[in-house]
């Protein structure tokens, strides 16, 4: 028989910490929705990492877009900063479908707002003219 003044027994989910090169094994106890501890982590980017994990996790997105005129055919990208997992493939899907035009330098805005995340996509690298 269960009654109102009984605690509710938290859900243990577990994550690989890679907030450094330590590969914390973190376990994250959860009630209701709501992260109540943060165990296994040597140090705070971890417990950070955990909870953003946990609630809402995000990543850094790096691949490569059709480059016209450019002495290689595709230029690395990548997210300024982090956006919701969920949408990593809606993004890929995105820049799949964009062509650049050479010159582009190193940091260049390839795509603003991306998703209307707020995050924009840069250029990895120079990408000179060919001169061919």
């Known amino acids: 028989m269960t009654t109102a003044t009984q605690t509710q027994q938290p859900e243990t989910t577990h994550y690989l910490c890679i907030g450094c090169p330590m590969g914390c094994r973190l376990e994250v106890d959860d009630i209701d ?3 109540v501890e943060v165990r296994g982590n ?10 953003q994990e946990h609630v809402a996790p995000k990543r850094m997105v ?3 877009v059709r480059v016209e005129n450019g002495i290689w055919a595709r230029l690395p990208v990548k ?6 997992k969920e949408l990593m493939g809606d ?3 995105a820049l799949h479908e964009l ?3 050479a010159p582009i330098s ?13 995050v924009d996509v840069v250029a990895s690298r120079d990408m000179p003219v060919s001169r061919e």
């Open 33 to 35: 929705g709501e992260v």
């Open 42 to 51: 040597s140090c705070r980017r971890g417990d950070a990492y955990a909870r």
């Open 99 to 101: 062509t650049l035009q």
């Open 62 to 64: 790096t691949t490569t």
């Open 91 to 93: 993004l890929c899907e």
């Open 106 to 118: 190193m940091g260049d805005v390839v795509l603003a707002n991306a998703l209307d995340t707020g």
């Open 79 to 84: 997210t300024q900063d982090a956006i919701p």
